[in-house]
């Protein structure tokens, strides 16, 4: 037997287990796993649609109607010198820090379907242009977390520069000789705005549906890992490994939980005891890894386009490094510290936002975006 036919059949026999054991955790904690789903679909309903779906249908009108070829005649000369990337990509760059995980990614493969970047330039844009968004950071982790909105915009300043520096860093990724035959293979296209808004509608709202799929799922797995032992058993291993680094089984549990779910490990760091600087360092890390639940959602994007994986990875893990390295690097020179009172009013206005509440500022959010985007483009047209 070949070292590659018995390589899958270990891994075929791996996912009959896993699939066993996970059969069998839904039979033994049935209540349990239908409570966590119902809790992923609450925060599909009143976060992820709302917040999600107006941006997906604004990124998808950005390529589709060409407003993207205009904005990359005004970036061209900054996003060619810093990230070896068209101006056009400068559309990824924007609304990946404004929509949040999974917009930026999904703004990268539509730029590459359209023919607006090559192959290397798309597996750049992978690796630093699918971020958390502002409302994240500030409204969950800032004060939701820690109760400061100065750690939110730290953190969110820390996200951003520690995007920016991996995006210098992958700046020479990939054959830079790829861009005519790329350019050739795919012809570029405008749609009209009437097809472009069908289009943009009919594909944002599948994406948003399959990402409240996985937001469901990995809601109902990491449930199951708890209940089952099996996260706080990993991490006692883990903590007793990198206790000499300081870390205990607790938070070696917490780093766990949020290299699986973004939302759910953050939030396990409300009232951690220990080091301020090491909470939110820790958070730093969570949000600029992602988590597997996110990193499934890009790879559902990514999908047969033929991308690497692999760039996009290594992308958010060193994002994820530099970013609590630079909360580490702040906190030597500008100590830490909270405000003497919570931010109450700040958490239970989020935590009790509606359907409502939550599309209309995410609307609104969007249409403002897209008005800048139609200016500066009737800017550049004005300017020839």
């Known amino acids: 037997m070949s070292l590659i036919a018995h390589r899958r059949k270990i891994i075929d026999i ?47 009108l950005v390529v589709e109607t060409g407003v993207a070829r205009y904005l990359g005649i005004a970036c061209e000369r900054v996003m060619r010198p810093l990230f070896n990337v068209g101006g056009e990509c400068a559309a990824a760059f924007v609304l990946g820090f404004i929509g949040g995980y999974p917009v930026g990614a999904k703004t990268v493969i539509a730029l590459y379907e359209s023919g607006s970047c090559t192959k290397p330039e798309a597996e750049r844009l992978l690796s630093f242009c699918n971020n958390s968004g502002p409302a994240f950071i500030f409204g969950v982790v800032g004060a939701g977390v820690f109760g400061s909105g100065k750690i939110g915009l730290l953190l969110y300043l820390a996200h951003t520069v520690a995007s920016v520096i991996v995006g210098i860093c992958f700046r020479g990724w990939g054959k830079s000789d790829a861009r005519a035959e790329t350019r050739r293979a795919v012809p570029r296209r405008r749609a009209t705005f009437s097809a472009a808004f069908t289009t943009s509608v009919t594909s944002s709202f599948t994406a948003t549906l399959g990402i409240c799929g996985f937001v469901i799922f990995f809601t109902v797995f990491i449930k199951m890992l708890f209940l089952s032992g099996a996260l706080p058993g990993l991490a006692s291993l883990l903590g007793s490994a990198l206790s000499p680094l300081g870390f205990t089984a607790q938070w070696a549990e917490r780093l766990l939980t949020g290299f699986v779910e973004l939302s759910s490990g953050v939030w396990t760091l409300r009232g951690a005891a220990g080091t301020l600087t090491g909470s939110v360092a820790m958070a730093a890390f969570m949000l600029g890894w992602a988590g597997l639940s996110v990193h499934s959602q890009v790879l559902s994007f990514i999908g047969e386009s033929g991308l690497s994986v692999k760039t996009y990875i290594l992308g958010k893990l060193a994002q994820a490094s530099l970013s609590a390295a630079l909360i580490f690097l702040i906190a030597r020179f500008f100590p830490i510290s909270v405000p003497a009172v919570f931010l109450a009013q700040q958490v239970t206005g989020y935590v009790g936002i509606t359907f409502g509440q939550a599309i209309a500022v995410s609307g609104v959010g969007s249409v403002t975006v897209c008005g800048l985007f139609v200016l500066l483009a009737w800017w550049v047209d004005k300017k020839g």
Do not use: R
Request: neutral net charge.
């Open 14 to 60: 791996l996912t009959v287990a896993a699939l066993i054991v996970g059969v069998a955790a839904l039979i033994a904690f049935p209540k349990e796993t239908v409570d966590a789903a119902k809790s992923g679909l609450t925060l599909c309903y009143n976060v992820i649609v709302p917040s999600l779906f107006p941006f997906f249908v604004l990124s998808s």
